[in-house]
């Protein structure tokens, strides 16, 4: 059955009406997977149709449960229907509302919200079932690119084993808290009220915070004076050189991450090569200070 007719089904079966059509016309954004508004019976929700090989990148299981501790904890949408099998999530939209990277991910006010959102996630004692770690990430998506057939960089190697080397070598100890790891500036999201919320979590497991951090100064493009502003509202001083540099480290396995994530799109056919190509070469850029990261800005690696 197409992904589509599966939808629908679903769609009248949990709001018994068999003249229900699923409408694909309000798109809602998205990368891993594709997002639509539609207003059923006077009612606006967001539902969720799975792009593809999410479901071999993603645990739908943990996303369940982690989505329902979000909720509880405030954080998140209130989540209508999940299914763990094929991925499927329809969700309340929150009325007057507008993502972050709509509302200007930079602004004082935004940078308040997701910094607040943050800190009450990291510091949840209600622990995720499940652990993120970028190097195992990264293996899992580099054999779904090979069962693919698919081909890597030329460098990518020899430029993944710096960066390797590097965490080995360079950076302490990580810490474990909730963690949402994806902290794109479209997850935030504000209504009227100012009200903010942080949806869509897929990618959440157990992680260090830092983590968090630098995926959203890399993914809003933040310039010196707001990630100034971002960190010191976030750690209340200036984090430390350890955690700093924990921050630049995370930023650069980021987009090498995310690379291959996007290489595995590509290959199953989906219209990810330049968005592949962007992280790669930044990526690359950046991996040439690596011995001088230290002296080298967030700033600096965000516009490299």
Not at 103 to 111: E, H, M, N, V
Not at 202 to 208: F, L, P, Q
Not at 238 to 259: C, G, H, N, R, Y
Request: hydrophobic residues 35%; proline residues 3%; glycine residues 4%.
């Amino acid at each position: 059955m197409k992904i589509e007719d599966l939808i629908q089904n679903i769609l009248r079966s949990i709001f018994n009406d068999d003249r229900i059509i699923y409408d694909k016309s309000r798109f809602a954004g998205g990368l891993t997977n594709y997002n639509y508004i539609m207003n059923i019976k006077g009612t606006e929700y967001i539902i969720r149709q799975p792009g593809g090989m999410t479901n071999q990148m993603i645990d739908r299981m943990n996303e369940k449960v982690n989505n329902q501790i979000a909720s509880e904890l405030g954080l998140n949408s209130e989540c209508i229907y999940f299914d763990e099998i094929s991925g499927i999530k329809i969700s309340a939209f929150i009325k007057n509302s507008k993502n972050i990277a709509v509302a200007d991910p930079c602004s004082p006010d935004s940078l308040r919200a997701v910094s607040s959102l943050l800190k009450k996630t990291h510091s949840s004692t209600k622990c995720f079932p499940n652990s993120f770690d970028w190097e195992h990430e990264l293996a899992k998506y580099e054999e779904i690119v090979k069962e693919l057939n698919g081909d890597f960089f030329y460098d990518y190697e020899d430029l993944k084993k710096n960066l390797l080397d590097f965490f080995d070598k360079s950076i302490e100890q990580n810490s474990t808290h909730p963690c949402h790891n994806d902290t794109v500036p479209e997850n935030f999201v504000v209504n009227d009220k100012g009200e903010a919320y942080l949806i869509d979590w897929e990618y959440s497991g157990m992680n260090d915070p830092a983590w968090d951090i630098a995926a959203y100064i890399l993914e809003s493009k933040l310039t010196e004076e707001p990630i100034r502003d971002f960190l010191l509202d976030y750690y209340g001083q200036w984090p430390s050189a350890a955690e700093e540099l924990k921050i630049k480290a995370f930023m650069l396995a980021q987009d090498l991450l995310w690379t291959v994530w996007a290489l595995v799109r590509h290959y199953h056919g989906d219209d990810f090569l330049d968005y592949c190509y962007f992280r790669y070469e930044r990526f690359r850029k950046n991996i040439k200070q690596l011995n001088h990261v230290s002296e080298y800005t967030i700033s600096g690696i965000v516009k490299n």
